[in-house]
């Protein structure tokens, strides 16, 4: 086991989980949006057939698992375990939209960085031996999350700058002891960083602190340092947040600007969609990575990938009693080659 460990937060897979198969499901902004190809189904109908937006979440998330199981040729007995989780209070959307499959269920919340969470700990299981194939899933949609954690979506309150839009998507990826990759090889789990931001519409100023300590953490204990990737992704930061990252290590003398992107930037076009500061939510690092990333992965795109998703741990009882915003960022790397270096 210490031969896995690089540091207090990274480690290095002995044997790593190989990517069997990815989808992603979106809605009516993300069908308009640049990455709009990459999904697997788009649906104009925010409700997704279903009665209520909660309930559209909940069938997002059988899509996405149902259509990643599809392209894998597998069936739902085949995943000794999902992990999963949503923005919804409980995790309903996820818990209601997973019932019907009775695969072995690990409930997540890691906010809109469950994507990196789920992933990072169906690795671990599998990596240890404790399974061959796991999925790994969250969800995140508009019309929910601003009714949780905003205002409803009726009420038309006006949005400031720093605002994001929360993506309507799902992503599902499948993991397993075999396959021809992408390759999960290190994960670097993060810590909770708060730097005092108690404003709910400025959710990139509060993870981005969170994502630059968990990047600074890898790097270092991975001794690799950006050259190294051929893309590095954190979740959602948007705009503001992506600056405040890359300010913060080029105050290091690390320019990121090159290979650094984020998720909630090329999700939308941020002009022509009013975006704002760009995209936010669970499904908007799941979306792209799940899409857009792995599949360029395959087609040989990109050999390398760190991808870094954020989350705001914060809910509406702690926004009302004026608490700041703890945030977590996990990172995980995708390589095309099994035995990567460090």
Not at 15 to 25: D, E, K, L, M, T
Not at 65 to 93: F, H, M, S, T
Not at 302 to 320: H, K, Y
């Amino acid at each position: 086991m210490q031969t896995k460990r690089l540091g207090r937060q990274s480690v290095r897979l002995k044997c790593p989980p190989s990517v069997v198969s990815f989808a992603c499901v979106g809605g009516k902004m993300e069908g308009q949006g640049p990455l709009a190809s990459s999904f697997d189904e788009l649906y104009p109908d925010s409700f997704f057939g279903a009665k209520t937006w909660e309930q559209g979440e909940s069938a997002m998330q059988r899509m996405a698992l149902q259509r990643a199981l599809e392209k894998g040729g597998l069936q739902p007995e085949d995943l000794d375990y999902i992990l999963a989780g949503d923005l919804l209070n409980q995790c309903i959307g996820t818990s209601f939209g997973l019932r019907d499959f009775r695969i072995p269920f690990y409930g997540l919340y890691g906010a809109c960085s469950t994507m990196g969470e789920s992933i990072a700990l169906a690795s671990l299981l599998i990596d240890g031996g404790f399974a061959r194939m796991a999925g790994a899933m969250t969800s995140s949609h508009y019309c929910t999350a601003e009714r949780q954690y905003r205002m409803p979506v009726p009420y038309g309150s006006q949005r400031p700058p720093t605002a994001q839009w929360t993506a309507t998507a799902a992503g599902c990826c499948i993991l397993g002891t075999q396959g021809d990759g992408p390759y999960v090889t290190h994960i670097t789990c993060g810590r909770i960083v708060d730097k005092g931001i108690t404003d709910a519409n400025n959710m990139g100023a509060a993870m981005a602190p969170a994502a630059y300590d968990t990047l600074s953490a890898h790097f270092r204990e991975t001794n690799t340092t950006p050259a190294n990737y051929d893309l590095i992704l954190t979740g959602d930061l948007g705009q503001l947040g992506h600056e405040i990252v890359t300010e913060f290590f080029l105050q290091d003398g690390i320019d990121m600007r090159h290979n650094y992107q984020d998720c909630g930037l090329l999700l939308y076009d941020r002009k022509k969609q009013d975006m704002h500061a760009g995209g936010s939510g669970c499904g908007c690092a799941a979306s792209v990575l799940n899409g857009y990333l792995l599949r360029g992965m395959r087609q040989k795109k990109w050999n390398r990938i760190l991808f870094a998703p954020t989350g705001a741990l914060l809910s509406p009882t702690s926004t009302f009693q004026g608490e700041s915003i703890p945030s977590i960022c996990h990172a995980v790397v995708f390589s095309n080659e099994k035995g990567a270096a460090n």
